[in-house]
């Protein structure tokens, strides 16, 4: 029997994690077994998980580095429970500070197969991770359609098959009854702490102009219900409803969107769901990051457009009363959110086959682990 090794570093991961852990059991059922490092969405899929470390992601950083030994803590043991394990196959899903380190342990400990699922943006920075990954790398499967060509001219086995969330997003239908506005603060515990009270103060800006507004927050399933009561208590005048992240029949009937800037960004525009995206990090990390990265965008779909599609408001432009004025206007001013539709259908172009993304994916890595 094979034995597999999926990591998976945050709450994007976790999900990505358990549907192929899902589709690799359909397939080979007795011969193989799964174990990893991720959240409770791979714990559900059947994986036997050894390390629970998506409730310790973080961004930026000066936020990695003040959490610094927990980081390493995990670290150390995730390369223990490796030499343990020893399984003939590894799968690292994104969070690169975590999976670059652990892919070079994983072949100096021996480890045959080696595979990146959601590989590190190196067309945005440290691209000398490209590297990396053709020397510690067996298998690259990219989820953004230029990523394939980018690793392939460096001499990296890579593959695109689509968005892994292509098979599960649809246009969404918006409630003709009412307008409904989605808040998404992010998967890891310092976003939500950083990004919820100017999130819901724009959403009472905005029902202070139009009535006829819901708001319903979206908590990934890495964030304990503690931490966002205190933010629901003290803005319980808007009568926010609380969905589970993952939940698509919701999100299907948002008419705008509060997101933080990151993997639901792309999966809403998919959606083709206007929104305004909004991210802020330390002033150190901001500094740091300010040098290193040289993008016109930060959002996803803005960067897969090239074009500011959907408004980002970042770092010092990110406050209330500009987020809530952009989504008043996608609102009550349908041209203009027709404009921004228009812009997210491009996004929507899909490979023939994007309803068997994860059935591609788990066919690709089954043949190139031999299981």
């Not at 995990?74 to 999976?99: N, Q, R, T």
């Not at 950083?194 to 959403?203: G, N, P, Q």
Request: charged share 25%.
């Amino acid at each position: 029997m094979k034995k597999i090794l999926i990591s998976a570093g945050e709450a994007s991961g976790d999900f990505y994690g358990a549907k192929l852990a899902g589709e690799i059991l359909r397939v080979k059922k007795k011969k193989v077994s799964i174990t990893g490092f991720g959240g409770p969405k791979m714990k559900e899929s059947g994986i036997d998980i050894k390390l629970n470390q998506v409730e310790h992601a973080a961004m930026g950083f000066w936020e990695v580095i003040r959490n610094i030994f927990t980081h390493l803590g995990l670290y150390m043991k995730a390369v223990d429970l490796l030499k343990k394990e020893m399984p003939d196959v590894l799968i690292v899903i994104d969070s690169p500070a975590f999976h670059m380190p652990l892919i070079k342990q994983a072949k100096k400990i021996g480890i045959k197969k080696v595979i990146y699922y959601s590989t590190p943006q190196v067309w945005v920075w440290k691209p000398g991770r490209i590297n990396e990954l053709k020397k510690f790398t067996d298998l690259c499967i990219v989820v953004l359609p230029f990523e394939e060509k980018l690793l392939k001219d460096a001499g990296i086995n890579a593959r695109y098959f689509g968005h892994p969330m292509a098979p599960y997003l649809t246009p969404a239908k918006p409630s003709k009854r009412e307008k409904i506005v989605g808040i998404f603060p992010g998967s890891r515990v310092n976003e939500v702490n950083s990004f919820t009270e100017d999130m819901l103060k724009a959403c009472a800006l905005i029902k202070l102009s139009m009535k006829n507004v819901k708001f319903v927050l979206f908590k990934a399933g890495t964030i304990r219900d503690e931490l966002i009561k205190p933010y629901l208590d003290k803005y319980q005048g808007l009568g926010i409803k609380v969905a589970d992240g993952t939940d698509l029949k919701i999100k299907s009937s948002l008419s705008a969107a509060i997101a933080k800037s990151g993997t639901i960004t792309l999966e809403l525009a998919i959606m083709g769901i206007p929104m305004a995206i909004v991210y802020r990090v330390s002033e150190l990390s901001y500094l740091m990051m300010k040098n290193i990265i040289k993008l016109k965008y930060v959002g996803l779909p803005n960067i897969l457009l090239d074009k500011p599609a959907v408004k980002e408001f970042l770092q010092h432009d990110f406050k209330a009363d500009k987020v809530a004025h952009e989504i008043i206007a996608v609102l009550k001013d349908k041209k203009y959110a027709t404009g921004i539709r228009a812009d997210l259908d491009r996004l929507r172009v899909k490979p023939k086959d994007a309803k068997n993304v994860v059935v591609n994916i788990a066919k690709e890595i089954i043949r190139e682990a031999v299981l």
